[in-house]
């Protein structure tokens, strides 16, 4: 059987955009006895106990059965899975809240607007780039937050080795409204003309690129507006063109579900599945979370960021961390987090393969000086030579 032949079309368009298939496919049930890790579905939605994952994924084997389990909620069940008590120590998200507040009151106080994905900007706040910003500001505070377990076994699982993190705050205040309805990045950013222009196998491929994410930074009851969701929507093969159009939209408003979240709770779910945050009708429940975009290394993330100058700045702590005796499964977290896991694209005259097909990555390097105990001035040297060579 052919590529095209196991697709069920090799272009889409609007036309395909028929309400009754994706009725069919976002009204069946999940089934737990599919997810035998889970602790329960709730609304459709796959539910897990984070500490219960810790315990299963102790070995490699386990680790890698319950990563196929997650993936297999991404890809073939509802698209969406909850994790309770993905921080497990609520001073970790304090400290980020923090360090958050304050990003947000800089910037309102230098009176720029902040556009927002598919909602009224300025009603709410968000901050760009926050994993560039954060890791710089409060170095100790990042580590600390993105050593997360959790984060890491998720992204593995959809995405493998290599992901690269990006994060943005978002704080709907009380009134806030809804977002539309809608798709994510890659393809979920394009107008439908431009949609339309990629061919199916692509709009195939687009979610596989991504993993949307979301941390609790309060408690979110329903009244906060926490995320609506409609799940299995994400294998609607043609959803990229459908979300925008007026049947969907109705059917979303009146069949989505929406889950409340403790602090320290996290979701994650297919960037194909049809979405939006909810109204805030709180009178005073400023609902933050860090909205977590981590995209595959064969991707491309949504904001530049200067990882460089994050791997200088969380250095210090990571060789800090490293002689108060952390695992190195929580400095490489860390180095995940912070430095491009990639080496490509780079220029080969200058930045040859080095012990492979690959010359080393960013993340190599800081993974050295880690590992070997560098000089903070010997890291910014060979971060800044290896950036030279790629840029060249």
Partial sequence: MSLTDAGSRAWLSEDDCTLDEFRALVEQRTDARDYPSAA?????????????????????????????????????????????R???DPAVVDRASEVFRALIEEERATGASRGDHFAKPGAN?????????????????????????????VSE????????????????NPGGAAQLVHRDYHLGFLSQERA????????RLSPVLTLQGAVAHCAMPVESGPTLYLPHSQ?????????????????????????????????FFNPALFHAAGHNRSVDIKRMANLLQVSSAFGRAMETVDREAMANAVFPVLLRRKAEGVSDDWLRR???????????????????????????????????????????????????????????
Avoid at 74 to 83: R, S
Avoid at 130 to 143: E, G, M, N, T
Wanted: glycine share 6%; aromatic share 10%.
């Fill in 40 to 84: 329960g579905i709730e609304q459709n939605v796959v539910v897990y106990d984070s500490d219960r994952l810790r315990d299963l994924g102790a070995s490699p084997e386990g680790r890698r059965s319950i990563q196929g389990e997650l993936t297999r909620a991404l890809l073939d069940g509802p698209g969406i899975v909850v994790l309770k």
């Fill in 86 to 88: 993905a921080f497990t």
């Fill in 125 to 153: 706040d968000r901050v760009w780039n926050a994993l560039d910003k954060a890791a710089v500001r409060a170095p100790q505070v990042f580590a600390d937050y993105y050593a997360n377990d959790m984060l890491a076994l």
């Fill in 157 to 172: 699982a959809w995405l493998g080795p290599a992901y690269q993190v990006t994060s943005q705050i978002n704080v709907v």
């Fill in 196 to 203: 339309a222009a990629y061919p199916a196998h692509v709009h």
């Fill in 235 to 267: 294998k609607f093969e043609p959803g990229y063109l459908a979300w925008r159009r007026p049947e969907f939209i109705e059917y979303f408003d009146a069949h989505h579900v929406q889950l409340p979240l403790d602090k320290g709770d996290a979701v």
């Fill in 334 to 392: 860390v180095v995940a987090a912070t430095a491009e896991g990639y080496p490509f694209p780079t220029n080969l005259d200058l930045d040859p393969p080095v012990e492979g097909l690959a010359p080393p990555s960013q993340a190599d390097t800081l993974w050295q000086a880690v590992r070997e105990g560098w000089d903070p001035a010997r890291l910014r040297e060979e971060l800044r030579a290896g950036a030279k060579r790629r840029q060249n």
